[in-house]
């Protein structure tokens, strides 16, 4: 990422766009449609004009990646955002137009994606999960985010937390519709570009569950826990607008200020989300480039940070990098 509640929430959010936004109807429909007074209100409509795409400000993370005489690209991504920021910037857009193939975390306009995530779970695993407690927490997050009564109920728990943290970021303005991967998937398909999955969706949601039905169940408490307290969408939010701004130092430390490493749990889930799949995504941009094609890879911004971040993982691949959003200095390493 992607994607904050706690490091595996960021990425959960990212497959729960899936649910929401990728064509799983009635968990839309019934989120955005609503007019009750308390509902948040739907998306606003974005400003297309050509006055707005003349103005359009970059945001995200860009480096260019060198190998072979090619170029290709590492994006890192927002998956829930504002009208404002669906026009790309100047340099994001020209990456863009250059690439021959867009490569995403996971192509949500898969119809084999959305099914898997829309997929109803095991009823005995539901049964073993939601206490008559945790039903109860469940239930009131998905009234107050204006859903119908059972309108969640099929999903796996961890979907359901992660749908309802999804809509709870909407009272920051920001919403799935806008997230990075709806503009970037668009520009490639009208254009005929590829687009190309870098992971499985039957992969990630079983890395996503975690190692056990107890963290399952315990992931599920501490979501619900920040969607309570409000801090759910306080934190979406903040990396939001970090992201927003190409504030490279704030995503670099993020694990300094989001309050979200504090037990061996959490960091065991933030190894699992983020530093355990980006050899992967890693791997896959270089094959691609590899084989002749120049790669627009737009993952979690998340992914771009740290030591084991894409950036370093592909200089470790032979690339050279450089970086662009935000501006790069004579060195070639991003401003800070």
Same mark, same amino acid.
């Given at each position: ?43 606003? /409509? ?8 003349? /103005? /359009?400000?970059?945001?995200? $993370?860009?480096? @260019? ?68 407690? @945790? ?11 204006? $859903? ?6 099929? $999903? ?25 991967? =709806? ?77 979200? =490493? ?24 270089? @094959? $691609? ?9 737009? =993952? ?26 935000? /501006? ?7 401003? @800070?």
């Amino acid at each position: 990422m992607s994607f904050p509640l706690r490091p595996w929430s960021r990425a959960l959010r990212a497959l729960a766009f899936a649910v929401l936004c990728g064509g799983a109807g009635p968990v839309l429909a019934a989120g955005e449609a609503s007019t009750a007074p308390a509902c948040p209100p739907p998306a606003p /409509a974005p400003d297309l004009s050509p006055a707005a795409v003349a /103005a /359009a400000a970059d945001h995200g $993370l860009l480096w @260019r990646i060198d190998k072979d005489g090619r170029s290709s690209w590492l994006y890192g991504t927002m998956h829930l955002g504002k009208a404002e920021w669906v026009l790309p910037g100047p340099r994001v857009l020209r990456a863009l137009t250059r690439s021959d193939t867009l490569a995403l975390e996971l192509d949500l306009q898969d119809p084999a994606t959305v099914a898997v995530f829309s997929e109803p779970s095991d009823p005995a695993l539901r049964e073993r999960l939601l206490t008559p407690e @945790r039903q109860r927490r469940l239930a009131r997050q998905a009234a107050q985010a204006c $859903l119908p009564e059972g309108a969640l109920a099929s $999903l796996r728990p961890i979907l359901q937390a992660t749908t309802l943290a999804m809509l709870a970021a909407r009272a920051e303005g920001l919403y799935g519709d806008y997230g990075s991967e =709806v503009f970037l998937s668009a520009f490639a398909r009208a254009r005929g570009k590829p687009v190309v999955a870098l992971e499985s969706a039957a992969a990630q949601l079983k890395m996503l569950a975690g190692d056990s039905e107890a963290e399952e169940g315990e992931q599920v408490d501490q979501a619900l826990d920040e969607l309570e307290s409000g801090r759910a969408a306080v934190l979406a939010g903040e990396l939001a607008d970090a992201w927003a701004r190409s504030d490279w130092p704030r995503l670099d430390g993020y694990t300094r200020w989001c309050d979200c =490493v504090r037990t061996p749990a959490e960091r065991r889930a933030l190894r699992r989300l983020l530093d355990e799949r980006n050899p992967g995504l890693a791997d896959g941009i270089a @094959r $691609l480039h590899a084989s002749g094609q120049r790669v627009f890879g737009a =993952v979690g911004a998340l992914h771009m940070v740290g030591p084991q971040g894409l950036p370093a993982l592909m200089a470790a691949r032979g690339f050279r990098v450089t970086a662009v959003v935000p /501006a790069a200095t004579p060195d070639g390493a991003a401003r @800070r």
